[in-house]
């Protein structure tokens, strides 16, 4: 599968502990995005990487929250101190250009912080 | 008022029908829109593509954008219940990330 590929998953953590996803994009596609996405809403946007860089993080991105993308390969979202309201589907996608060009989702991580 | 609006249903219709899904948006500046398909605890499939107005059609599916009144519509003909699933439209301006629509939810019944 050339698809984009999210890991885990599923996370069911406790409130207050730390967590990771991984997202590996489609191979030749330089710009990855974070998306959050809750029940009966649309995904929202995070932030993304431009290769290596992080060029745009969202207010919805809490100093908790940390993503990186070593190597303008795969990234990782780290969640420290987790909450409740964190409880959402985790979502990464790929594109090949800049802005406007088709974005590629992977299948999401769903976390659920009891 | 939320940058872009879709009606979230449900929307149940039978097999065969005509199915029309429509947002609106109130961002002149949006000129790339996106429709995706989503099933159930499943990430988004992108389904149609435009660039600015104008219409495009991609087998059963046609999505069309009209600018002036910032309304964009996708259509399926001869909906299948295969079909049944959270259609989101999603938009972006230059230099801006998608934003989505929360969904309309889609049941075909056989």
């Known amino acids: 599968d050339t698809g984009v590929s999210q890991d885990p998953r599923h996370k069911i953590t406790k409130r207050g502990q730390n967590v990771t996803f991984r997202c590996d994009p489609i191979s030749e596609h330089n710009r990855l995005y974070w998306y959050r996405q809750t029940l009966g809403q649309g995904p929202e946007f995070l932030t993304y990487?431009?290769?290596?860089?992080?060029?745009?993080k969202s207010r919805l991105l809490s100093d908790r929250f940390s993503a990186e993308r070593p190597k303008g390969s795969f990234s990782t979202l780290e969640i420290q101190r987790t909450e409740q309201g964190d409880s959402a589907m985790y979502l990464c996608?790929?594109?090949?250009?800049?802005?406007?060009?088709?974005?590629?989702f992977g299948q999401g991580t769903r976390l659920t912080v009891v | 008022q939320k940058e872009v609006e879709q009606d979230p249903g449900p929307l149940s219709v039978p097999e065969g029908a005509i199915v029309s899904l429509n947002c609106t948006y109130s961002n002149s500046a949006f000129q790339y829109f996106m429709w995706y398909r989503q099933y159930s605890r499943k990430g988004p499939e992108l389904l149609m593509y435009?660039?600015?107005?104008g219409n495009k059609e991609d087998g059963r599916f046609t999505a069309q954008v009209d600018k002036s009144s910032k309304y964009i519509s996708l259509f399926i003909r001869d909906s299948q219940p295969s079909d049944s699933a959270t259609y989101l439209c999603?938009?972006?301006?230059?230099?801006?990330?998608?934003?989505f629509g929360k969904g309309t939810r889609l049941s075909v019944i056989a």
């Open positions: 999603a938009m972006s301006a230059e230099g801006t990330p998608l934003v």
């Open positions: 435009t660039y600015s107005s």
């Open positions: 996608a790929s594109t090949s250009g800049g802005w406007g060009t088709e974005a590629f």
């Open positions: 990487f431009q290769n290596e860089a992080q060029l745009e």
